[in-house]
């Protein structure tokens, strides 16, 4: 069973960057289509962004573009680097998995199969 663990959230001032990371213990992502969703208090969980293991493609959130990058290390490790936070981008942030059969990314979170706990980025001054 694919266990997702994602670190790296805290408080930061708007205007500040914070980095995610989302690693499986015992399994590399590498050959996972992973996404990355938030859910702020009393709201939707919400699409971020996604990176296909197909071919790395990537996707964002409108709301996100220009300020998130989705990115993988050799390691098997997803990162989610976040600059140029905003208070509205305050919310619990989780990244999921998709299956193995499908290779690429989409943004629904309908779509994925194994889901991490969560990691709390606070963005206030």
């Known amino acids: 069973q694919l266990q997702l663990v994602e670190s790296g959230g805290g408080l930061v001032q708007p205007g500040g960057s914070l980095r995610l990371s989302c690693a499986a213990s015992g399994f590399t992502l590498d050959y996972y289509a992973i996404g990355w969703f938030r859910q702020a208090p009393g709201k939707e969980r919400e699409g971020v962004s996604c990176?296909?293991?197909?071919?790395?493609?990537t996707y964002y959130a409108d709301s996100v573009k220009g300020r998130i990058t989705i990115s993988r290390d050799n390691a098997g490790t997803v990162y989610l680097q976040m600059n140029s936070l905003k208070p509205e981008d305050t919310a619990v942030y989780y990244c999921a998995a998709r299956g193995l059969m499908f290779r690429l990314c989409v943004l629904g979170g309908h779509e994925y199969d194994y889901w991490g706990r969560g990691t709390q980025v606070t963005v206030s001054s």
């Open positions: 990176i296909s293991s197909a071919d790395s493609s």
